[in-house]
């Protein structure tokens, strides 16, 4: 148990030296850099093709799957400089594969968005160099998920509530969504619908508002 605990330890050391050293690395490039972390479906993808178009500065675009390239070819195809990174398995990035990725893009004067792995879970627990979380949810998964995956809304900088358009068709009990958010964190909670676009002004006037 304990050389268990031992190498978890030089993981999570390795991997927040890495990340200290790129952030530094972006600043010095003028990059603010942006992690994106959501559940598997709940429309991470699609906000950012929201947002993207409407930020006054150039994207990049660290898209994070276990396999696949299918949302790196949609941001590419619409003029969004992109790249993949597949982790075989693993539910999360990490520093390493993220500055690797930076390189890859040669990030400069802009806005780089990680999108991390669809998991509530794993991706909170990681520094991956970026300046903000923006945690991701909707309607459709349950007022229940501040009380399940607290970390997740712990560490989150800014909350989209996602497909606000369908609340007059789901069970969705806002005020206990709200209760369970507040009791972890006082980050501003932003109602968003990517498909409509619904909301994605105020999510980008909160982004242009931190941004140094």
Request: net charge negative.
């Amino acid at each position: 148990m304990s050389s268990e605990i031992n190498v978890m330890e030089s993981i999570y050391s390795e991997n927040e030296k890495i990340a200290d050293e790129l952030k530094e690395e972006l600043e010095n490039k003028n990059v603010f850099s942006i992690n994106v972390l959501g559940a598997p479906g709940i429309g991470k993808t699609s906000t950012l093709i929201q947002l993207i178009p409407k930020i006054p500065y150039k994207s990049f675009v660290i898209e994070g799957d276990i396999a696949s390239d299918l949302d790196t070819q949609k941001l590419n195809a619409l003029g969004i400089q992109t790249v993949q990174i597949n982790t075989g398995g693993a539910c999360h990035l990490d520093s390493p594969f993220i500055r690797d990725a930076a390189e890859n893009l040669n990030v400069q004067d802009g806005i780089m968005w990680i999108e991390n792995i669809g998991n509530l879970v794993c991706p909170a627990e990681f520094f991956i160099g970026e300046h903000i979380k923006m945690l991701i949810v909707g309607v459709t998964e349950g007022s229940d998920k501040p009380y399940k995956y607290p970390l997740a809304f712990e560490k989150a900088d800014v909350i989209l509530l996602n497909k606000c358009d369908l609340l007059p068709y789901v069970d969705f009990d806002e005020d206990f969504f709200m209760a369970g958010v507040r009791k972890l964190t006082n980050a501003p909670v932003i109602h968003i619908s990517s498909k409509s676009g619904d909301g994605i002004d105020e999510a980008v006037n909160w982004i242009l508002s931190v941004k140094k």
